[in-house]
């Protein structure tokens, strides 16, 4: 399970973000297809549990995690 300490706060203009876009804007990952091959093959942690949805809402305070590198979700 991530550490919340290690993880870069990533500041979004809404109330929640898609997993697909929050991995682009956290950048994470290059591009929306890298994302949802990532997301697909059970590569990306939600609040430290596997997630395959590309559409999974986040909100203030979850924390992703993608090959080692995290960020969490700060309004």
């Known amino acids: 399970m991530v550490r919340v300490s290690e993880a ?5 203009s809404d109330d929640v973000i898609r997993l697909g ?7 994470l ?3 929306g297809a890298e994302a949802k091959a990532v997301i697909a093959e059970g ?6 549990e596997v997630d395959v ?3 999974r ?7 992703v995690e993608v ?3 995290s960020a969490r979700v700060a309004r």
Do not use: C
Not at 8 to 12: E, K, P, Q, S
Not at 43 to 48: K, L, P, R
């Open 8 to 12: 870069i706060d990533v500041t979004i």
């Open 21 to 27: 876009q929050f991995l682009k804007l956290a950048g």
């Open 29 to 31: 990952i290059d591009s």
């Open 43 to 48: 590569e990306v942690t939600v609040n430290g």
């Open 53 to 55: 949805r590309r559409g």
């Open 57 to 63: 809402q986040l909100a203030a305070g979850d924390v």
């Open 67 to 69: 090959f080692g590198q």
